[in-house]
């Protein structure tokens, strides 16, 4: 259905949205699993390689780009805004309930017990004496908040909940930190699949603002009912669910309490409640600490427009009328230069810029994206695959991250340019499954799946042991670079495959050779790369 109608897009734009919003470049200082550095930069988004570019921004006319005449018989790019939470339900700006101050909103709904102890003074004095710090994240996270909160009311969970991204990630969506925690809520890989975060080629579901929120929530309330105490949620929401009762049951051997304080926890997770209740003490009373808060009134930031079609991500931030930064600010998941509409079906805009998006979109008249998915057929070099879809070697390497060195493996998707043989729009099992796996370039390889032993041991470790580097383990295996791994955890690496010596005429023995490959023979696994 296209949108034609002004007055109408207009009404469907004064939907309530599904969330506020905010792209938060700080990160909680404490350092640990969730911390990433102070005004880390975000990621700088993926562009087009210049000499592709050039190709794809040339003026097509109608008459020779059949591509462009498919796209319009294929339906409409856009839909009508909506609201995820309440799609039958307006906002009306003018409404009393729309002028109050989120703060306080943020302030009626407190219900985990206050934490009163000298760490959370600690940490009341270092937000004070960072005026600077708390503003830019009060008023990153501003965007997100309102969102967040109407998902904590319509659960009925505790409004304290909605600043913990404070304490994670300072509400920077793209935050990534050093074990590879990423988000806003800072979800492991693992974790982040098990709550349904789709972590593939083309996107990464624990950067969506929307999903995450959705997932981190879920978790909560689980760990809640777990422990039956949200001090302890919180302890294993920071340290892992395991880890928290095992200190609960040697509490219980040591005849102590089983309560968060009482505890023996590692130093980030013993700070972290006292974390919370400080930015808690600083939102219910900022004069008291000589802190000021932004404004912050009680309606959406942005709309979640859905989205038919593929779009470049330059494209859909131009006909927004959005700085890139601004627009990837609020749409964090995407790992590539295309929003695939099969994996991606909307995008978060702030209210004004959705009307202009809605009425640009369905006006363009050119390619909305000049890329699409590709997958191998078989095992290929970089320059073979290269030729194959129409593009330059260090063009390919650059837009799909491929290391000198490296084949790109059968089944992988890559990300090429959209031509006369590649127009329909990518599907939905490429657009959720894609993945790509390289190896090293050589004789050949062969893949072995290992299992860790009862000691444990690391990525750089195996690593070594078979002659690759520790960053080929951990994207093989979805780990971190210097993982410590658990006993009885499988890893597979892929190891060159050496041509077989020549026999001299004195060599006469029938023991086969003993190197480390040839040692680590075993039934192949499934890599879960991205």
Not at 231 to 237: F, G, N, P, V
Not at 337 to 356: C, E, H, K, M, S
Request: proline residues 8%; contains cysteine; hydrophobic residues 40%.
């Amino acid at each position: 259905m296209r949108l034609a109608a002004a007055p109408r897009l207009r009404r469907a734009l004064l939907m309530p949205v599904v969330l506020a919003l905010a792209a938060c470049a700080s990160v909680d200082p404490a350092p640990g699993a969730g911390s990433t550095p102070p005004d880390a930069a975000a990621p700088a988004v993926d562009r087009l390689p210049t000499a592709a570019l050039a190709a794809a921004s040339a003026p097509v006319a109608a008459a020779s780009a059949p591509e462009v005449e498919l796209q319009e018989d294929a339906g409409p790019a856009i839909e009508a805004p909506i609201d995820e939470l309440r799609p039958d339900v307006r906002i009306d700006l003018d409404d009393r309930a729309a002028r109050v101050d989120l703060w306080r909103r943020v302030r009626v709904g407190h219900a985990i017990p206050d934490l009163d102890n000298e760490r959370v003074r600690k940490w009341e004095r270092y937000y004070a004496e960072r005026p600077d710090y708390v503003q830019r994240m009060t008023e990153r996270g501003g965007r997100y908040l309102f969102h967040i909160m109407e998902e904590i009311d319509r659960r009925d969970l505790p409004s304290e909940l909605a600043l913990l991204p404070f304490i994670e990630s300072a509400f920077n969506p793209e935050a990534m930190s050093r074990t590879r925690a990423s988000g806003m809520w800072q979800f492991m890989p693992a974790t982040g699949r098990h709550y349904d975060l789709t972590q593939n080629v083309f996107r990464d579901d624990r950067r969506d603002v929307l999903a995450s929120t959705r997932a981190a929530l879920d978790y909560l309330t689980r760990l809640h009912d777990m422990f039956g105490d949200w001090h302890l949620a919180l302890a294993a929401y920071n340290w892992g669910e395991g880890n928290v009762q095992r200190a609960l049951r040697a509490n219980k051997r040591a005849r102590k309490p089983g309560t968060y304080e009482s505890l023996r926890m590692p130093g980030e997770t013993r700070d972290y409640v006292p974390k919370l209740q400080a930015v808690k003490n600083i939102v219910a009373d900022p004069e008291r600490f000589g802190l000021e808060l932004p404004k912050l009134e009680n309606h959406p930031y942005f709309l979640s427009v859905p989205i038919a079609r593929d779009i470049d991500v330059d494209l859909a931030a131009r006909l927004a009328d959005l700085p890139i930064d601004e627009f990837k600010a609020l749409n964090p998941q995407m790992n590539k230069p295309v929003i695939l509409a099969a994996g991606t079906p909307q995008v978060l805009l702030p209210y004004d810029n959705a009307n202009a998006f809605v009425k640009a979109i369905d006006q363009h008249k050119g390619r909305l994206a000049h890329w699409t998915a590709w997958v191998a057929p078989k095992t290929m070099k970089t320059s073979q695959v290269a030729q194959e879809v129409g593009m330059s070697e260090a063009d390919l390497r650059e837009v799909n991250g491929i290391p000198p060195g490296m084949v790109v493996r059968a089944g992988s998707t890559l990300v090429v340019p959209r031509d006369g043989r590649r127009q329909d729009d990518v599907s939905g099992s490429v657009a959720e499954n894609a993945k790509i796996v390289f190896v090293r370039e050589g004789a050949g390889v062969r893949r072995v799946s290992l299992r860790v032993g009862k000691k444990g041991d690391t990525v750089p470790a195996i690593a070594r042991r078979h002659g690759v580097s520790a960053a080929q383990v951990a994207q093989w295996n979805d780990l971190a670079p210097t993982a410590r791994l658990r006993p009885g955890t499988t890893v597979v690496v892929y190891v060159p495959t050496k041509p077989a010596a020549k026999k001299s005429p004195r060599a006469v023995s029938s023991k086969s050779g003993g190197s480390a490959a040839g040692k680590s023979r075993s039934s192949a696994s499934r890599v879960s790369n991205r």
